[in-house]
RNA sequence: UGACCCAUGGUGUAAUGGUAACACACCUGGUUUUGGUCCAGGCGUUCAAGGUUCGAGUCCUUGUGGGUCAACCA
């Protein structure tokens, strides 16, 4: 727990929680996902939080799947999101968990509900009981069969349970009031018939829990102390509140804080699947994807999204966090932990007219100037070397401090070299560069007394390695794609969110990365081995580029 | 025309009745064999009107603006 650090409102409340000795001091916490889909960067806001302050205040965390409608469901989603969470760095220990566990206690507690007259079967419609329910600004109107006695009730609701109806034939209903202008609370469907098959349970309940029958019960039943979720369950509350007293259960506590936005991104599971579906996107794990598999696979890193998260901080108003934020904790991470490396994207050949034909050296590079312990290995330099090609230019301006005619420039960790030459093709493309190379100047021993305003990156031509790179960009281009009341999303979707680079060219140390390793390219980015990879082809995934003051200037 | 929630630089988040600060972004300059990193500096903020108070971003009232709620989803 960092001191002096200023409280968001949560740690405040927890701390008051604490001093008071409520529940004996002990803070617990839950993450509750539904099982029907990928977790995104906005849950890693509520894994981080909730998760986060039970760390940071000695307590503990459940992991517990909210699966009460099997028709969405699926293991699948389960295994990928126990995955993502581990790989976030949370440990739930032994507390998995699932709301469906607690199914046989949730029928008790409907059937005390019942007996007590606060609950009845309905057997209207679906359509009667969303026109009797009314409007937010109009009170609803009562069920005709909402007086009926707690016998009739109690029957009709274990033949629902025995499967005799049809599915959408009746459901419960919590009696409450039909006049409240909180529209949560005019008497809400607890239980409905579902003759679906359960990923867990199987065939054994034809009728399921709704959410708010389901959640803060789980919640009690788990005895949380802290139930922390988004801002649209705020009007839950008083429901959540409701069963926990009628029914007498553990008083758990929801609180509500602001779920993460992120310019220009979405962040919906809905519309994030239609991506997937049309194909915008290669899958779920798409490193364009603001999923966590996605940012795992694009290199991200999980102290990276741990620090960002952090630095968004937990408030109740509405944000949109720029995503600058988020490239910075991903660059500021893989800074301090990737090895340098040179890899030439878009190659043009240079010739050092004066360096002996077939001769080559190792010359000596260090492996992370920002961490010594990393060490140093030798790249081999020889007489026809590739360098970037927008490194090289024609018409070179004066603050341009790349090669052009006549231009001098450092060779990283090599020599300083001098264009003197260079060949165009029929389209006036430049095919080749003649430089002549100073023997004295080379890095470690340069004792030739030039300078050279740029240093660039280069891959010896006989000794580099291809490779595969895949670059990727914002996946749409307005900063708010889903804030246009007359326009669609997909309107926006960026055009050259992806990139396929077939003939880049590394340094020979390469050849052994394998899936997962992250490098920094000098110069150009920070690069990650994707899983795709095979023996014959080594592919990169871009994570992130270097910051680029230069290009910022318009060149 | 209901209930609940929210309102601080471009974007976020603090300041708990007492000098409005921190980060990102942006802009300068320095260092640099990465136009990276690092270092130094700059820019810019309390929705409005009343009220309480010696003193209000903070408390009260009203207004304005925004969000959420009318799935047998979560």
Redesign the pocket.
């Known amino acids: 727990m960092e001191k002096t650090?200023?409280?968001?409102?949560l740690?405040?409340i927890i701390e008051n929680d604490i001093e008071t000795n409520k529940h004996e001091g002990r803070i617990h916490t839950r993450f509750?996902?539904?099982p029907?889909g990928y977790l995104h960067i906005g849950h890693v806001k509520s894994i981080c939080i909730n998760f986060g302050m039970a760390q940071q205040y000695g307590g503990k965390t459940n992991l517990r799947f909210?699966?009460?409608?099997p028709?969405?469901?699926d293991v699948e989603y389960v295994e990928s999101i126990k995955n993502d969470v581990k790989w976030l760095g949370f440990d739930w220990e032994d507390r998995l968990f699932f709301?469906s566990d607690y199914f046989d206690q949730l029928y008790e507690f409907a059937e005390k509900l019942i007996q007590d007259g606060k609950a009845y079967v309905?057997d209207?419609?679906?359509e009667?009981?969303?026109d009797m329910?009314?409007?937010?600004?109009?009170p609803g109107t009562e069920s005709p069969f909402r007086n009926r006695s707690a016998e009739e009730n109690l029957d009709l609701f274990r033949r629902m349970r025995a499967g005799e109806f049809e599915?959408?034939?009746?459901?419960l209903r919590a009696k409450i009031d039909m006049a409240?202008?909180?529209?949560?609370m005019r008497d809400?469907?607890i239980y409905?018939?579902?003759k679906a098959h359960h990923h867990r349970t199987g065939d054994k309940w034809c009728i399921?829990?709704?959410?708010?029958?389901?959640?803060g019960q789980s919640d009690a039943i788990e005895e949380i102390t802290h139930s922390i979720c988004t801002?649209?369950?705020?009007?839950?509350?008083?429901l959540y509140n409701w069963f926990i007293e009628n029914i007498g259960l553990f008083p758990s506590h929801q609180y509500?804080f602001?779920r993460l936005?992120l310019?220009y991104t979405i962040m919906s599971k809905?519309r994030l699947k239609k991506l997937v579906e049309e194909g915008h996107v290669a899958g779920w794990d798409d490193p364009r994807m603001p999923t966590i598999s996605g940012m795992r696979r694009r290199g991200y890193t999980p102290a990276a999204l741990r620090n960002f998260i952090k630095?968004?901080?937990?408030?109740?108003?509405?944000?949109?966090?720029?995503v600058?934020?988020l490239?910075?904790?991903v660059?500021?991470d893989l800074?301090?932990m990737a090895m340098?490396v040179f890899g030439v994207l878009d190659p043009l050949k240079v010739v050092i007219t004066n360096y002996p034909e077939g001769q080559t050296e190792d010359l000596p590079a260090i492996n992370?100037?920002?961490d010594e312990s990393m060490g140093s290995r030798t790249m081999p330099f020889s007489r026809e070397i590739y360098i970037e090609r927008s490194?090289f230019r024609i018409d070179a301006p004066r603050?341009?401090?790349?090669l052009g005619p006549g231009k001098t420039v450092?060779?990283?960790?090599?020599?300083?070299i001098t264009c003197e030459n260079h060949k165009t093709d029929e389209n006036g493309e430049v095919t080749e560069v003649h430089c002549k190379y100073y023997p004295d100047?080379?890095?470690?021993?340069?004792t030739s007394g030039i300078k050279?305003?740029?240093?660039?990156?280069w891959v010896s031509i006989q000794h580099g390695i291809p490779a595969e790179i895949r670059l990727y960009d914002r996946l749409f281009n307005d900063e708010a794609p889903n804030g246009h009341k007359d326009r669609d999303y997909m309107e926006f979707l960026n055009p050259d969110s992806f990139e396929v680079i077939k003939n880049a060219c590394l340094e020979p140390w390469l050849k052994n990365a394998k899936a997962g390793d992250r490098f920094?390219?000098?110069?150009?980015g920070y690069f990650c081995v994707d899983p795709d990879t095979t023996d014959g082809n080594l592919i990169f995934n871009r994570t992130v580029t270097?910051?680029?003051?230069?290009?910022?200037?318009g060149?």
């Open positions: 650090e200023s409280k968001n409102f740690e405040q509750p996902p539904e029907n909210d699966d009460t409608n028709v969405n469901e709301a309905d209207s419609a679906q009667e009981i969303s329910r009314g409007i937010p600004t109009k599915e959408g034939s009746r459901v409240s202008p909180n529209m949560h809400p469907i409905r018939i579902l399921y829990p709704m959410y708010d029958f389901a959640h801002l649209e369950f705020e009007n839950h509350k008083p509500e602001a936005n310019s809905r630095k968004v901080g937990v408030a109740k108003r509405e944000n949109v966090i720029d600058s934020l490239e910075f904790h660059r500021e800074n301090k340098r992370n100037p920002e490194d603050k341009f401090f790349r450092r060779l990283k960790n090599a020599y300083i100047s080379k890095s470690g021993s340069d050279a305003k740029g240093t660039l990156h920094q390219f000098m110069r150009l270097l910051k680029d003051s230069w290009a910022k200037k060149k």
